[in-house]
């Protein structure tokens, strides 16, 4: 089949080339000491009708330890074809079933959206077959191809009541670990309010079989001053509940990356049945061209926090500057604590240029 | 004889000024004759000025009935992609390839940062059909005879302004200018047409200037670089599948 999409599949002459080019600086601020790289990337894009290609390139220089790195990388190298009504997808490509949530639990790739960000953890090489069967409803099977692991996912997506519903399944196997995850997802409006959710049940049969579910609600809602048309204040909230077993472990990854405490001490430190999170986002949208923000995440267990003030600022039709602090508040055994491995605080000022 | 002679002549003033006359409901009607869309593909671009900057946005639209599909050609936003069906918005984000559907008090935000909101692009009903229109006037606005409109919303409608003035052109029937108003009386937005053009025997505004009234020294300038109606759309463009 895939000589066969191969052989079939001639990109169109028809293609979009683009690309972002970034510099910036990162200062890493730990107890005693603190750490500044520089930092320059460049992304390609090379479009067709029936198929893609993205590379990625970073110059990284660390100043405390005159570190020097380069990093060449493809994002995305695929083809697409159809037939009669399946679209198919073979090759290197983003996988990513968010539904708008800041993080995402019934995602394909668990971490793919940690804190908002988009991570290399949405770029699979992988066999995708999509079928829609109207408009709005879809079927999607992913066949991933990787040598650690077999991976399969499973996607039904469709809209009842304008609520926008998803049923996911993951499938993932290799020499350490198993596990399953099948999950629902959904995302409307009550009113002037939008709500999202979803529940996930986790099946890790890795050593002991554990079952852990997981539960999320989110809301959003802008206000807009002067009368309802002025600048805009946007709020966004989202409530965790995670089942405390070792089966919790695997989710860990979607909530912020690595916390400084190992998984023993991590699973040692909650004496409740659940592990509680909450998320927060407000934006105010000074002008058209910038907005000021802060995103928190917290732990309702031990009140430790994430704190990431931000500012953007679109200072033409191809330049904008970003500037982002994050701040972690916790102790060194807190779910957001700091320690010998995390920084107390992270700056990073960046400029970013399209073309 | 002098009776009859002087009735003949009233009757013919009467008919004549009966014949003449325009109600506001028929100016609107024969506006939306040339302004609404049943469906085309539109090239545009919008030009975002806020104290002396500007940032510029391209983009493609598909438009059929209530349906849009658009997709962002400038860089900072190439591959964006905007699906409306009814009052949903969907939109692509290209690097992740994802498709989110977006909130509806999302609708009223400033669509890609410019003073046109979605629901100011998205509005896809007949004019006729959300206001009640009063004809308060008649003036002259930029050099052309204009009829002035006073349109109050019709109870229960959807719309973004409870009550909008326009100046509608008395030969071309085309909007010049059009002052967009909240409930309280307070002068939200003005659109001011730059550029008319005749395309396919239809008068369109092809250029336009949209100034938000609560914000100080922004405008966003709205420019149909190529547009044609009716063409032909296939099946299955409205889609979220069409997104990817």
Redesign the interface.
């Given at each position: 089949m895939i000589v066969f999409l191969l052989i079939t599949t001639t990109p169109s002459l028809a293609y979009?080339f683009?690309g972002e080019l970034n510099t910036g600086v990162n200062s890493l601020f730990y107890d005693n000491t603190n750490q500044n790289s520089i930092y320059e990337n460049i992304n390609l894009d090379l479009?067709f009708d029936n198929a893609n290609f993205a590379i990625t390139a970073q110059n990284n220089y660390n100043y405390f330890n005159k570190n020097y790195e380069f990093d060449i990388a493809l994002k995305k190298a695929y083809i697409k074809h159809k037939f009669k009504d399946t679209?198919i997808t073979l090759g290197k490509?983003?996988v990513?079933w968010?539904?708008?949530s800041l993080i995402n639990m019934v995602d394909y790739s668990l971490g793919a959206e940690a804190l908002d960000e988009?991570s290399s953890a949405?770029y699979v090489n992988a066999l995708e077959l999509?079928y829609?069967i109207?408009?709005?409803s879809?079927l999607s099977l992913v066949n991933e191809f990787n040598p650690d692991y077999d991976k399969i996912g499973f996607r039904a997506?469709t809209?009842i009541r304008?609520y926008?519903l998803s049923l996911n399944y993951i499938n993932k196997e290799g020499s350490n670990q198993n596990s399953s995850r099948l999950g629902i997802s959904f995302?409307?409006?009550l009113n002037?309010?939008?709500i999202y959710g979803s529940i996930l049940n986790l099946n890790n049969n890795t050593g002991n079989n554990v079952n852990t579910n997981a539960y999320m609600f989110g809301a959003?809602?802008?206000y807009?001053l002067?009368?309802?048309?002025?600048?805009?204040l946007y709020f966004q909230g989202e409530y965790h509940l995670l089942e405390n077993n070792e089966g919790f472990l695997e989710l860990l990854n979607s909530l912020g990356g690595n916390i400084s405490s190992s998984e023993e001490q991590l699973l040692n430190s909650f004496d409740s049945d659940y592990l509680k999170i909450m998320l927060g986002n407000v934006t105010y949208n000074i002008?058209?061209?910038s907005s000021i923000g802060v995103f928190t995440i917290t732990s309702l267990d031990d009140g430790s926090t994430a704190l990431i003030p931000n500012y953007s600022n679109?200072?033409?039709?191809?330049t904008?500057l970003n500037i982002n602090i994050s701040y972690l508040s916790g102790e060194e055994k807190d779910f957001f604590g700091t320690g010998q491995t995390l920084p107390q605080a992270v700056l990073n000022i960046e400029l970013s240029y399209?073309? | 004889m002098k009776k009859i002679i002087l009735f003949l002549m009233i009757a013919l003033v009467v008919f004549s000024t009966t014949v003449g006359a325009i109600t506001a409901e028929e100016i609107i009607q024969r506006r939306d004759d040339n302004e609404f869309i049943k469906s085309a593909r539109v090239e545009s671009t919008m030009i975002?000025n806020?104290s002396g900057?500007?940032?510029?946005?391209k983009m493609v639209s598909l438009i059929e009935g209530d349906n849009a599909l658009s997709e962002f050609?400038?860089?900072?936003d190439?591959?964006t992609k905007f699906l409306k069906?009814d009052?949903?918005l969907w939109m692509f984000?290209p690097?992740?390839?994802?498709i989110?559907?977006?909130?509806?008090?999302?609708l009223?935000?400033?669509m890609m940062?410019?003073?046109f909101s979605y629901k100011d692009m998205m509005e896809s009903e007949k004019l006729i059909e959300l206001y009640n229109f009063e004809l308060v006037g008649e003036e002259e606005y930029n050099g052309r005879p204009c009829y002035k409109i006073e349109a109050t919303k019709v109870e229960g409608a959807e719309v973004s302004y409870y009550k909008r003035i326009a100046w509608i052109d008395k030969e071309r029937f085309i909007g010049l200018r059009e002052d967009l108003y909240?409930e309280?009386g307070?002068l939200?937005?003005e659109i001011v047409v730059t550029r008319t053009e005749e395309i396919q025997g239809r008068w369109y505004p092809m250029e336009s200037v949209m100034e938000?009234k609560?914000?100080e020294n922004?405008s966003t300038t709205f420019i149909i670089n190529s547009i044609e109606f009716n063409p032909e759309i296939p099946e299955?463009t409205?889609?979220?599948?069409s997104l990817?």
């Amino acid at each position: 089949m895939i000589v066969f999409l191969l052989i079939t599949t001639t990109p169109s002459l028809a293609y979009q080339f683009g690309g972002e080019l970034n510099t910036g600086v990162n200062s890493l601020f730990y107890d005693n000491t603190n750490q500044n790289s520089i930092y320059e990337n460049i992304n390609l894009d090379l479009n067709f009708d029936n198929a893609n290609f993205a590379i990625t390139a970073q110059n990284n220089y660390n100043y405390f330890n005159k570190n020097y790195e380069f990093d060449i990388a493809l994002k995305k190298a695929y083809i697409k074809h159809k037939f009669k009504d399946t679209q198919i997808t073979l090759g290197k490509q983003p996988v990513s079933w968010s539904f708008g949530s800041l993080i995402n639990m019934v995602d394909y790739s668990l971490g793919a959206e940690a804190l908002d960000e988009e991570s290399s953890a949405k770029y699979v090489n992988a066999l995708e077959l999509r079928y829609p069967i109207n408009w709005y409803s879809s079927l999607s099977l992913v066949n991933e191809f990787n040598p650690d692991y077999d991976k399969i996912g499973f996607r039904a997506r469709t809209l009842i009541r304008d609520y926008d519903l998803s049923l996911n399944y993951i499938n993932k196997e290799g020499s350490n670990q198993n596990s399953s995850r099948l999950g629902i997802s959904f995302k409307g409006d009550l009113n002037n309010v939008g709500i999202y959710g979803s529940i996930l049940n986790l099946n890790n049969n890795t050593g002991n079989n554990v079952n852990t579910n997981a539960y999320m609600f989110g809301a959003d809602y802008s206000y807009y001053l002067n009368e309802g048309y002025g600048n805009r204040l946007y709020f966004q909230g989202e409530y965790h509940l995670l089942e405390n077993n070792e089966g919790f472990l695997e989710l860990l990854n979607s909530l912020g990356g690595n916390i400084s405490s190992s998984e023993e001490q991590l699973l040692n430190s909650f004496d409740s049945d659940y592990l509680k999170i909450m998320l927060g986002n407000v934006t105010y949208n000074i002008n058209d061209f910038s907005s000021i923000g802060v995103f928190t995440i917290t732990s309702l267990d031990d009140g430790s926090t994430a704190l990431i003030p931000n500012y953007s600022n679109q200072l033409n039709s191809n330049t904008t500057l970003n500037i982002n602090i994050s701040y972690l508040s916790g102790e060194e055994k807190d779910f957001f604590g700091t320690g010998q491995t995390l920084p107390q605080a992270v700056l990073n000022i960046e400029l970013s240029y399209t073309f | 004889m002098k009776k009859i002679i002087l009735f003949l002549m009233i009757a013919l003033v009467v008919f004549s000024t009966t014949v003449g006359a325009i109600t506001a409901e028929e100016i609107i009607q024969r506006r939306d004759d040339n302004e609404f869309i049943k469906s085309a593909r539109v090239e545009s671009t919008m030009i975002i000025n806020n104290s002396g900057r500007e940032l510029e946005k391209k983009m493609v639209s598909l438009i059929e009935g209530d349906n849009a599909l658009s997709e962002f050609t400038n860089s900072m936003d190439r591959g964006t992609k905007f699906l409306k069906r009814d009052d949903n918005l969907w939109m692509f984000f290209p690097d992740a390839e994802d498709i989110v559907k977006l909130s509806g008090h999302m609708l009223e935000r400033g669509m890609m940062g410019s003073d046109f909101s979605y629901k100011d692009m998205m509005e896809s009903e007949k004019l006729i059909e959300l206001y009640n229109f009063e004809l308060v006037g008649e003036e002259e606005y930029n050099g052309r005879p204009c009829y002035k409109i006073e349109a109050t919303k019709v109870e229960g409608a959807e719309v973004s302004y409870y009550k909008r003035i326009a100046w509608i052109d008395k030969e071309r029937f085309i909007g010049l200018r059009e002052d967009l108003y909240a409930e309280s009386g307070r002068l939200l937005k003005e659109i001011v047409v730059t550029r008319t053009e005749e395309i396919q025997g239809r008068w369109y505004p092809m250029e336009s200037v949209m100034e938000n009234k609560l914000r100080e020294n922004t405008s966003t300038t709205f420019i149909i670089n190529s547009i044609e109606f009716n063409p032909e759309i296939p099946e299955g463009t409205f889609s979220l599948e069409s997104l990817q």
